[in-house]
């Protein structure tokens, strides 16, 4: 028996290209977020009218913010037409198959108690669970996004979101929420980037690769001559 | 009490206000509303010709500082008018009667003006232990409202405390403190939050009801858009120094003096509905942000919970005074780091020697291919 590698095409280009945009625009909301948050203060001297960085580190986030949300729609929507490794039921842990994966991901990647290491295709069944808290924090980040946008916009687009301030009480509430809520992003990032070399280094099926081209490698087993 | 009740003008009359004094006010009012020049007619013609409106003014857990904003406001004629022309039958602070006589009149007012009062609330209203921690003439605050709610026209919670429980709703709000409308239902209902409220508000939303007959537009709060539907931040003159990351470092450096932003000094403007910036206070003199203090957020609900007031970030709750979610936040990527680092080690222990067997098969295989 020898073993032969098999190319699969996992990642359908949409799911490539909003990954990516995705990432860019986290890194981007993220690090213009926490500016925001927490400006430099420049001591200079000078006035006002010479300068708007502060002004270009908003309108940065707030066009990261669009782009954002737009790509993040396209691909929930994808999730309903592409392939089977890119549907949204498999974000959603509803059957029993799944539960059972997470429970074998949980013992064998990440406790480290078995050194077989399991292979799954698309995503792992424990991944999926994260990606899909992923995307209700995603979701959160809009909500309160938006809604606090809607104060500096008389767009429709914004206004959709301002019933999030009642719901919290107030704006501070609000906006001390999505702050909370970049450190999700950047604990998931960590991790998530981290996972994908482990997987690579560990199953050497072409994990990093896959989101640039879309394909994975796997192994079969076929009869010696 | 004369028979036929006076008009408004007809009560400023005999009070010596000249007709003069009286359009001044009637434009002043219009444009604090934010009626267009043709509409000053409007509000003219309707306190020529409006009778007063009663009216029943309650205090509950407070501290009077509505009442004095509103009794202090810029104009004279604002607190004059409204305050004898409301007709205020009833209010704890400023009425003569005392005792059973003043009890009557809020009973008088609401069985011969049903569904006609205006019932203005200063003042949250405990909840706790069945609302013993504020009682008038042997009733607690809950059941005053109640009743005084069900026949009134409408319902206007002045400041924050009637509007978002203020101070005694803070945490841990031990007398159960809750806001007007929390407490009551199906009565038309204001919110005019404020600690206090800018009286020229406060007049405002009175000549609104009173030239209108019906209650202004509202926001998702409650909260009139004539006078809440703006930041603080949106029409403060230190804008520019935001946009230009201008920002106050210390309270005494160089940039305090130089006029720069209060963002970094835990400034709640970008958070905060308010119409300081643009009415003023005290005649239009100043308001805290030209004082050189930022704003504190006291129109906006619990904003005594999301202090300390001079950062920009509310402390985490649960943690200490200090702790921002920045904090924490920095503390949770250092433990997922360690964390990652640890299983990377373990992974290398654990799955090397596969590791090592897959390379030795593929070096293997490689060859046969070679073959
Ligand atoms: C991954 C997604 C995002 C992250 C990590 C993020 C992060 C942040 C952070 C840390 C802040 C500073 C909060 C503070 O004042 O302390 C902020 C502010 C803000 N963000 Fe986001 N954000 C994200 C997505 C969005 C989206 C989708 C919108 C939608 C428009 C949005 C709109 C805003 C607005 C309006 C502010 C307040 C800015 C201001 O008032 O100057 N954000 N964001
Ligand atoms: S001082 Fe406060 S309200 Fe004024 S621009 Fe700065 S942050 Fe906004």
């Given at each position: 028996m020898t073993q032969t590698n098999k190319r699969i095409y996992v990642w359908e280009l949409p799911?490539?290209?909003?990954?990516?945009?995705?990432?860019?625009?986290?890194?981007?909301?993220?690090?213009?977020?926490?500016m925001i948050g927490r400006p430099i203060a420049f001591q200079s001297g000078a006035e006002a009218s010479f300068s708007y960085w502060f002004g270009t580190i908003r309108f940065v986030h707030f066009t990261a913010a669009f782009i954002f949300f737009f790509s993040f729609v396209f691909r929930i929507y994808w999730g309903f037409v592409g392939n089977q490794y890119a549907k949204w039921n498999t974000f959603l842990p509803l059957k029993k198959e799944q539960w059972v994966g997470m429970l074998r991901v949980l013992k064998i990647d990440v406790l480290l108690m078995k050194s077989r290491p399991l292979k799954t295709i698309g995503h792992n069944s424990l991944a999926s669970l994260s990606y899909f808290i992923a995307f209700l924090a995603f979701l959160f980040q809009c909500i309160t996004g938006f809604g606090m946008y809607s104060a500096m916009s008389d767009a429709f687009f914004p206004q959709l979101f301002r019933w999030i301030v009642p719901l919290m009480g107030s704006d501070f509430a609000v906006r001390q929420w999505h702050h909370i809520f970049m450190w999700v992003f950047v604990i998931f990032t960590i991790i998530h980037v981290y996972l994908v070399f482990y997987h690579d280094y560990v199953e050497g099926r072409g994990t990093i690769s896959s989101m640039a081209g879309g394909w994975k490698f796997i192994e079969e087993e076929s009869p010696d001559k | 009490m004369s028979d036929k009740p006076l008009t408004v003008y007809e009560d400023m009359k005999s009070k010596g206000y000249s007709r003069r004094d009286f359009i001044k006010f009637c434009g002043m009012m219009a444009a604090f509303i934010g009626v267009a020049s043709t509409g000053v007619s409007k509000v003219v013609k309707a306190l020529e010709s409006k009778s007063r409106m009663p009216v029943v003014w309650f205090h509950f857990q407070e501290c009077t500082c509505c009442s004095e904003s509103f009794i202090r406001s810029s104009h004279p004629m604002v607190a004059d008018i409204l305050l004898d022309n409301i007709s205020l039958d009833y209010t704890q602070t400023l009425q003569a009667p005392a005792g059973y006589q003043a009890e009557k009149s809020l009973q008088d007012v609401m069985k011969n003006f049903k569904g006609q009062y205006l019932m203005l609330v200063e003042g949250s209203i405990p909840t706790g232990d069945d609302g013993v921690y504020c009682c008038i003439a042997g009733k607690s605050a809950i059941d005053i409202v109640k009743e005084a709610a069900k026949d009134a026209k409408a319902v206007i919670a002045w400041g924050n405390c009637a509007s978002h429980g203020c101070v005694q709703g803070a945490k841990p709000n031990p007398t159960g403190a809750q806001p007007v409308h929390k407490v009551i239902s199906g009565v038309p209902l204001i919110n005019v939050p404020g600690c206090p409220p800018i009286a020229e508000v406060m007049a405002g939303v009175i000549v609104h009801l009173l030239a209108f007959d019906r209650i202004p537009q509202l926001d998702g709060l409650k909260r009139p858009k004539e006078f809440y539907s703006r930041r603080v931040h949106d029409t403060c003159?230190?804008?520019?120094?935001?946009?230009?990351?201008?920002?106050?470092?210390?309270?005494?450096?160089?940039?305090?003096?130089?006029?720069?932003?209060?963002?970094?000094?835990?400034?709640?403007?970008?958070?905060?509905?308010?119409?300081?910036?643009?009415?003023?206070w005290n005649n239009g003199v100043s308001y805290p942000i030209q004082s050189g203090h930022g704003c504190i957020g006291c129109s906006e609900a619990n904003f005594w919970d999301n202090g300390p007031f001079y950062q920009h970030l509310a402390s985490f709750p649960g943690f200490g005074i200090e702790?921002?979610?920045?904090?924490?936040?920095?503390?949770?990527?250092?433990?997922?780091?360690?964390?990652?680092?640890?299983?990377?080690?373990?992974?290398n222990i654990r799955k090397g020697k596969e590791i090592k067997e897959e390379i030795k098969e593929s070096d293997h295989s490689q060859k046969e291919d070679n073959v």
């Open positions: 799911v490539r290209f909003t990954h990516w945009v995705n990432a860019l625009c986290v890194v981007t909301l993220a690090v213009t977020g926490y | 003159y230190r804008r520019p120094n935001y946009d230009a990351g201008l920002f106050v470092q210390t309270f005494d450096d160089e940039n305090a003096k130089r006029g720069y932003c209060l963002y970094k000094m835990g400034c709640r403007g970008p958070v905060t509905y308010n119409a300081c910036a643009v009415i003023k702790t921002t979610a920045d904090k924490i936040g920095v503390v949770a990527g250092i433990a997922t780091a360690a964390g990652i680092a640890a299983h990377a080690i373990t992974t």
